[in-house]
């Protein structure tokens, strides 16, 4: 039997990229899609799914603010995997608490791996529900309400990533201030790092994990295999269907394209 989901997200790009790679997932029924919190309240109840891929900044109300809204309100909650562009700090507190996130712009074999673990949470949650019919989701409320609490102390807490960063350039091990970087990017599972004068690499195995040792103000991943420092791109290019590429201004003035789920954030951050 197929797993059923909503999809919530007030960018249509992200909604109809996600429900693609749901598909190619295979198994999973996406019964309704959403754009803002107050939809998402409403499908939830209406659906009763056993997922929701919920976006985390969304007009009206935001991912926390439905789980609020839900928490009580409804006789089973759903499972819930929270999608986000650029809040590192909350990428973190979901992983603590166990709810799964994915980060945007989306990669196929993330989603399905995230698609297999709601899937097995679905499973299990039946099973509990099955030895105590009696309150099958205090477990899944204690979590929710934690994650709720954690993410606000995170969010107070002010950024405290060291300002170095350590580059591999020529066998040597230099310590880069991260002002100082123009972009990262990764190929073939290796993250080369470029500033206007030093070519190297680092020692992160994923820019996710590079991501969280750099000052999220001003590093912005336009795409999936680029970081960018935004006081370094030169020039907005636009591209072919509405799309952008970022001339850096590196030595080579590398160009970047902007995947389509980060245009939204690109005309935030530059007012287009």
């Known amino acids: 039997m197929a ?13 109809q990229e ?3 790679l ?3 997932a295979g198994d999973v029924e996406v019964l309704a899609q959403g754009s803002n919190g107050i939809e998402a309240v409403e499908l939830i109840r209406e659906h009763k799914p056993d997922v929701v891929f919920l976006d985390v900044q969304m007009p009206g109300l935001d991912g926390f603010a439905v789980l609020k809204k839900l928490i009580g309100k409804v006789a089973r ?4 995997v929270f999608a986000t562009a650029y809040d590192q700090y909350a990428v973190r507190a979901f992983e603590v608490n166990a709810v799964d996130y994915l980060l945007k712009p989306f990669d196929r074999a993330r989603v399905e791996q995230t698609v297999e673990k709601a899937r097995g949470r679905v499973a299990a949650e039946a099973a ?6 009696s309150d099958p989701n205090s477990a899944k409320l204690d979590a929710l309400m934690k994650l709720l609490e954690e993410q606000a102390q995170q969010a107070a807490v002010p950024a405290r990533a060291s300002s170095k960063v350590v580059v591999r350039a020529q066998s040597r091990l230099l310590l880069v201030d991260q002002k100082h970087i123009c972009f990262a990017a990764i190929d073939e599972g290796q993250i080369s790092i470029v500033t206007q004068n030093v070519e ?8 996710e994990e590079l991501m969280d040792q750099l000052n999220p103000e001003i590093f912005w991943r336009a795409h999936r295999s680029y970081v960018v420092n935004i006081h370094h791109i030169r020039e907005v290019v636009p591209w072919f269907k509405s799309s952008y590429q970022l001339r850096m201004d590196d030595r080579q003035q590398t160009e970047i394209p902007v995947s389509r789920a980060q245009t939204k954030r ?3 951050l530059f007012n287009l």
Do not use: F, H, W
């Not at 509990?128 to 019919?133: D, K, N």
């Not at 190297?200 to 820019?207: D, F, I, P």
């Open 77 to 80: 909650l759903p499972q819930v």
């Open 18 to 20: 996600l429900e693609y």
């Open 266 to 268: 690109l005309k935030e």
């Open 3 to 15: 797993m059923t989901a909503l999809i919530i997200d007030d960018e249509p790009l992200a909604r």
């Open 200 to 207: 190297g690499t680092s020692n992160c195995r994923t820019l």
């Open 22 to 24: 749901l598909e190619k």
């Open 128 to 133: 509990a529900a099955a030895q105590a019919p």
